[in-house]
């Protein structure tokens, strides 16, 4: 399957080049991040899994910088959920490494939704 086919925000524009399948392009940094959604609150609790890379870190006026998230959550009960979301600035782990937090709800499916809250991976966890 082409990459154009795959559809979402993350392969479209940012010098995506749809007529040559070179993939390479300039980047700043992403974290992965990986967690559960809170259980619903209806007749059937259950859970949802999910793992990603975030985009790219965008500017904030104080210095800082922020991450976009999409993906969807595992597919369980004949359902998935969307998750679409911001990070929180970056907050310093030390030797001068970083995480964000991230808070939101996923998209409402089956009648019901999800709340989530985690902190990204460090980035580059093993670089100098």
């Given at each position: 399957?082409?990459l154009?086919?795959?559809?979402?925000?993350n392969?479209?524009?940012?010098?995506?080049?749809k007529?040559?399948?070179?993939?390479s392009?300039?980047q700043s940094?992403t974290?992965?991040?990986l967690?559960?959604?809170?259980?619903?609150?209806?007749?059937?609790?259950h859970?949802?899994?999910?793992a990603?890379?975030?985009?790219?870190a965008l500017?904030?006026p104080?210095?800082?910088?922020?991450?976009?998230?999409e993906?969807?959550?595992?597919?369980?009960?004949?359902?998935?959920?969307?998750m679409c979301?911001?990070?929180?600035?970056a907050?310093?782990?030390?030797?001068?490494?970083h995480?964000?937090f991230?808070k939101?709800?996923?998209?409402?499916?089956d009648n019901?939704c999800?709340?989530?809250q985690f902190?990204?991976?460090?980035?580059?966890?093993i670089g100098?």
């Open positions: 399957m082409h154009s086919n795959l559809g979402g925000s392969l479209s524009g940012n010098n995506y080049n007529n040559n399948n070179n993939c392009r300039k940094h974290h992965e991040y967690g559960s959604v809170k259980v619903a609150d209806r007749d059937d609790p859970t949802h899994r999910f990603g890379v975030t985009g790219e500017p904030l104080n210095g800082s910088h922020f991450h976009e998230l993906n969807r959550t595992d597919f369980f009960d004949e359902h998935f959920h969307l979301t911001k990070t929180g600035p907050i310093s782990v030390g030797n001068d490494r995480v964000h991230v939101g709800m996923t998209s409402v499916d019901h999800h709340n989530f902190a990204t991976l460090i980035e580059d966890p100098d």
